[in-house]
């Protein structure tokens, strides 16, 4: 038994680290294709700007890994309301690499150093599992929406061939450097 749950975490600490790999690379692509000026130019409504958006994504991976695994490196926060669009595809860069340990610790082979997910200070921690991943993911998913509707709102839609391949996972994968495509090896 201890050996074939151990197996399973291996297996779900490898899927966990490709996909939020592949996360971070949705994230790079959309500000790659993004038209310069609807970083800095202002929403309609009280939303904020989507250099702002990118900021704090990036920034909330730095609080999950300070809070979490305060043993891995914390990257430095960016600020938004100076951060390029250079500044913002390095730091989501290196904090995605933070969080891919971080995982790959809690949910792999880890020998449970990580025990507890810390989303923010004044939440209650989680036990370590599927639940932590799926939290980051639906957290950057729905701003990554934001970002999408405002660029439209804004008058600078993203390119089609960026929209729909958003949901071309075997790509991304591929993309990131595991040919197998998702659920395979």
Request: with cysteine; glycine share 8%.
């Amino acid at each position: 038994m201890a050996t074939r749950q151990h197996k399973v975490q291996t297996q779900t600490g490898r899927a966990a680290v490709q996909i939020f790999t592949v996360n971070d690379r949705l994230n790079q692509i959309l500000i790659e294709h993004l038209h310069p000026t609807a970083w800095r130019a202002k929403p309609p409504g009280k939303a904020r700007p989507i250099a702002a958006i990118f900021t704090h994504i990036h920034n909330v991976r730095t609080k999950w890994v300070r809070l979490t695994a305060p043993h891995l490196k914390v990257p430095v926060q960016l600020n938004r309301a100076r951060c390029t669009p250079q500044q913002a595809c390095a730091g989501l860069a290196e904090s995605a690499a933070r969080c891919v340990e971080m995982l790959a610790e809690a949910l792999g082979d880890g020998g449970g150093r990580i025990e507890k997910f810390c989303r923010d200070g004044w939440a209650r921690p989680w036990p370590v599992g599927l639940e932590m991943l799926c939290y980051m993911l639906a957290h950057e998913a729905h701003h990554r929406g934001q970002v999408c509707m405002l660029a439209h709102q804004l008058g600078y839609p993203l390119p089609k061939k960026v929209a729909w391949g958003m949901w071309d996972w075997e790509k991304l994968w591929k993309e990131c450097g595991w040919f197998g495509g998702p659920g395979q090896d």
